[in-house]
């Protein structure tokens, strides 16, 4: 089904209609990504969502106002409907006791249903024209003219602009508005701006993937892009890579198979994109998350076996005496599965030194044996010293703070609490 | 009794029933801040519906709909499980989650295309009007029928399960307290969701379900704050409208489901401006008397 060949020959573009299609689809994908990390970031992104399912009456009224069904004269109408929307979430959440997402939720099917009434007006009336107005329900990216690029080349390239000249100011409103209010910058006006901007890269990316889907085109590449960057200016270029990739893809799955709709692909492979982002992407994916958290919970469960045999051979005044598994487990409960595992790892790690009479401390074990002890004990005393606690309340928090306590930490307790000999229970502090 | 007369009353009540669920579903969910939950569900369950009809070719038979019914649900627990598992914001969830359902229901509905009574504009509005076409259940349509059923099954677990319901929308802590579980609340709230959008889905379609879910209660919240009068007004005003509706629809001889949602944005706009001018009038200090 999939073939290499077919592949290159889509690659190559040397077909009128491809190109047509996939630049078409890469520049209004780009356009929405980039305008879209605003609209993640200042968490609108369902209000994207309306503004999408508003154009629909404004796509109607312009094509009944003016009988035809050109992107120049459809675009205005689109604009001011999506605009209307917009103002009349605003209006609605100043005005009235809704909370924000019921007004979206309210304006969005109001302005839809609106759009379908006109629609269906429309199509009863039988101009021959009005067929291709249902292309932007679901979108036709089949259905790119050349002289629909120029539209998205020049839509694309104002927003992209307007983006690029603004970011700085963008990025503040996005992040802190009250700071950018603060700093004196013209919150308001360029609210307007960014809003501006959005409607427009809906009011053009509607054609490809209709009004439904538009909302993915915005929020996504934003979405998928944050798993891998923390950086503002790497999340934009990253969501417009993704973005061009999925309307790349998606055409071609559309060229392969013509039944196919290009749009709805376009969203798959988007998706696909940001769910492998949520497992895969280092440091912020699903998987690194988790492997954090296992890591973290084997180095605390290791340290307390190794605490566990510390104690033991203080309590005998003797390190070198070997412990058993199950001595071990007299000090303190483990899983067995989960002990055994921890002793091994401390072993592989030299802490820890096995033979016939069990398990025993190496010199390196002991002086992390040490360590724990005394972080343990030196914040039982910081918190009865500087915070007047009874010693008996005090064990269970220090049983937390030893595994977090750094270096650095440890030098400024040991430093404000005078470098003490003996905890709160009357125990040594090993040095 | 004349037959036209007769279609118009099966298109009222057809639409009524749809818009009376969704108003009474639609109060619980306005009140717990879920009112886009239902617009994502409604979106997600396509891929439901599509494979119900590939499977069964209709959607008439009971597996059927509860097949696509539960998709909505793996919506809503695919939306917290991207929020709190992979960290992601609430909204960018739910944008994410219900846009990639609807794309894949969409590359079902055109893979389908020709095979199945299903076509890409009735996943969007749906026909009220093709009711009357139905065949007939105990002298109702079919459709009619199943939407007749469905509200009754609404409306029991809800008169069942007031007091859970009411505990866990207005005071989650407190309800945990009683021993009332708010996730279990939550889940069978979500599940009579998505049940309505998809039976809903022939006659008004998949998008304009959300209209029903939010309009009516947005309405009723507006005029009053107690839980049993903001259901019985979300009820009349989604009867109202789809009476309005219909008649608009006939005038101009297009979408009923689509005209029944002007309807209630007009009766929302209406209700918002005379309360507007009610304060207005409040606003205005008494006369002061002369001493």
């Known amino acids: 089904m999939l073939s290499l060949k077919e592949l290159l020959h889509f690659l190559s573009l040397s077909e009128p209609n491809i190109r047509y299609v996939v630049f078409g689809t890469i520049m209004v994908g780009i356009a929405s990504a980039v305008i879209g990390n605003f609209t993640f970031l200042r968490k609108r992104a369902l209000v994207g969502d309306a503004i999408a399912h508003a154009v629909l009456p404004g796509i109607c009224l312009a094509f009944m106002l003016q009988g035809s069904r050109t992107l120049w004269v459809l675009l205005p109408g689109a604009f001011v409907s999506g605009w209307l929307a917009l103002l009349s979430i605003d209006w609605i959440n100043r005005n009235s006791r809704l909370k924000p997402d019921a007004a979206i939720g309210l304006v969005l099917s109001v302005f839809f249903g609106a759009g379908v009434l006109l629609l269906t007006y429309i199509q009863q009336t039988g101009d021959g024209s009005q067929s291709g107005l249902k292309h932007f329900l679901f979108g036709q990216a089949a259905a790119i003219l050349p002289g629909d690029l120029w539209v998205f080349g020049l839509t694309g390239l104002l927003l992209c602009g307007l983006v690029a000249l603004f970011f700085k100011e963008f990025t503040l409103l996005s992040f802190d508005p009250d700071f950018a209010q603060a700093a004196g910058l013209p919150v308001r006006r360029l609210e307007l701006l960014l809003s501006t901007l959005t409607v427009l890269a809906v009011v053009t990316g509607i054609q490809t993937v209709g009004v439904v889907l538009m909302a993915a085109l915005l929020i996504t590449p934003a979405a998928a892009a944050r798993f891998w960057t923390d950086r503002l200016g790497a999340m934009v270029l990253l969501g417009a890579a993704f973005a061009a990739l999925a309307s790349v893809l998606g055409s071609f799955v559309s060229y392969q198979q013509p039944n196919m709709p290009t749009g709805p692909w376009i969203i798959v492979v988007l998706s696909g994109i940001a769910f492998l982002s949520m497992v895969f992407a280092p440091r912020r994916g699903g998987l690194a998350r988790l492997w954090d958290k296992l890591r973290h919970t084997w180095k605390i469960r290791e340290e307390n076996v190794l605490k566990a045999i510390y104690h033991s051979g203080e309590s005998l005044g003797d390190f070198t005496a070997g412990m058993h598994e199950e001595a071990v487990q007299g000090r303190r409960a483990f899983n067995p599965w989960q002990l055994r595992l921890s002793l091994w790892t401390l072993q592989r790690r030299g802490l820890l030194q096995h033979n016939a009479s069990g398990y025993r401390l190496s010199g390196e074990g002991l002086r992390e044996g040490a360590r724990l002890a005394r972080i343990h004990r030196l914040w039982e005393l910081y918190l009865t010293e500087y915070l007047r606690l009874a010693p008996d309340h005090v064990h269970d928090d220090a049983e937390a703070m030893e595994h977090l306590i750094t270096p650095e930490l440890e030098a400024q307790l040991e430093a404000a609490l005078g470098y003490p000999q003996r905890d709160p229970h009357d125990r040594d502090i090993p040095r | ?291």
Not at chain 2, 136 to 151: E, F, K
Not at chain 2, 251 to 271: S, W
Request: net charge neutral; charged share 10%.
């Open chain 2, 1 to 291: 009794m004349n037959t036209a007369f007769l279609d118009a009353f099966w298109i009222i009540l057809t639409g009524s029933l749809v818009a009376v669920t969704g108003g009474l579903l639609g109060c619980y969910l306005l009140l717990r801040r879920l009112s886009l939950i239902g617009d994502a569900i409604s979106h997600a369950v396509l891929p439901g519906i599509a494979v119900a009809f590939l499977i069964t070719g209709s959607l008439s038979s009971v597996p059927a709909l509860l097949g696509a019914a539960v998709v909505g649900l793996l919506c809503t627990w695919a939306i917290e499980t991207v929020q709190h598992r992979a960290g992601l914001q609430g909204d960018a969830a739910m944008g994410i989650v219900f846009t990639f359902l609807f794309a894949v229901g969409v590359i079902l509905v055109s893979s389908l295309a020709g095979n199945a009574d299903l076509d890409q504009e009735c996943v969007l509005y749906g026909e009220l009007a093709f009711v009357i076409f139905d065949q007939t259940v105990l002298g109702m349509p079919v459709s009619t029928a199943i939407l007749l059923a469905n509200l009754l099954l609404v409306a029991a677990v809800l008169t069942v399960g007031y007091r859970g319901f009411f505990l866990t929308t207005f005071d989650p802590a407190f309800a945990r307290a009683m021993g009332f579980s708010t996730v279990a609340w939550h889940y069978v709230l979500m599940s009579l969701v998505s049940l309505t959008t998809v039976v809903s889905f022939e006659s008004v379609g998949a998008i304009l379900v959300v209209a029903f879910l939010v309009g009516p209660a947005a309405i009723a919240h507006l005029l009053t704050d107690r839980l049993k009068i903001m259901l019985l007004l979300s009820a009349l005003i989604g009867v109202s409208a789809s009476v309005g509706g219909y008649f608009l629809a006939a005038a101009l001889n297009a979408n009923i489901a689509g005209a029944m949602t002007v309807v209630l944005g007009a009766e929302f706009v209406g209700v918002m401006v005379v309360q507007s001018w009610r304060k207005r009038w409040r606003a205005i200090p008494p006369v002061a008397s002369p001493t």
